[in-house]
């Protein structure tokens, strides 16, 4: 071998070597786990959500309870309450996203836990329910709520922010069964509509057809709490698609690898509304067009209205 040849071998090594070092050197593929509500069609859709929001250098994949212990320092996507509380106590060490979950269960576990815990809301902001209602009934200015003594205290931000749309909000405590009808009767003589939160003491499988016969007797409509009571008899409810909250859950995911934690618990940006056609049409409501209706509370939230509001 010549020298000449000897040293184009050994630089081409050389080059060789520098290529893998380099290549070694990128970033791995990164990693989140998804511990599923149990519902198979529910965690494959969701899944599949994110899959399509997701860097293409992250991988979605799904756990069983019997690995959470052992994960370590990788993220969860956990779909639904039941699944969050799995994986929490499981293992207390893990970052955590919870999904489809709403703000006062993830609450207390988010401010305990900065960065470590946080969630995609599920519920929508109680504002934007109350101005669905006054979307549809554009003279409604008055908005009736039930509460348990436990949960009173959520609804004062929203009788805060109430006056500001001209309207005003009143709470009546319901505490036991026997207290539902009398107080709903008395909240439906005030309030122009009534508005339901997701509180599942008042608002169940058990309670519900009770209250919005009671409701619709008194030719008063009942707003939220979500898509599945507009199914069930409400007339109307603000909703975030599932595409808005994996498109914000991927993008939390991305900011846990960017900064190493996850950011504060967030509402969707985008919201659509769902009604009732037929409840509405016997009560002789007359309904806009949904994208009007989103449209038209938007305009109400960003301040944005047109003249025919002023």
Known sequence: MTRYTYRRAV??????????SAHGQEPPGRLVYLAGSGSTALDQHIRSLLVDQLRSDITLTPISDDQFPMIKNTPVISIGPAAFSRVRQANRSIPILAMLVNHSFIDVFAVRNPGQISSVLYDVPLLRQALTGKAILPQANTVAILATTATVELYEPLIDEL??????????????????????????????????APDEA?????????????????????????????????????YAPFAEMAALGANMIEQYFAAGELPAPSYPQIYRVEVNDQVARSMNIPLPERAFLSQTIEQELTGNRGPQDE
Request: hydrophobic letters at 45%; aromatic letters at 8%.
């Open 11 to 20: 630089c081409t090594f050389l080059g060789l070597i520098l290529v893998v």
């Open 202 to 238: 008042i608002y169940n499988p058990r309670t519900i057809k009770h209250i919005l016969l009671t409701a619709y007797r008194r030719n008063k409509i009942v707003i939220g709490p979500s898509q599945a009571y507009v199914k069930a008899g409400s007339l109307a409810s603000s």
């Open 163 to 196: 006056p500001a749309h001209g309207m005003r909000a009143r709470v009546f405590i319901v505490d036991n069964e026997d207290e539902l009808i009398p107080s709903l009767v008395r909240a439906l003589r005030y309030g122009d509509f009534l508005l339901a």
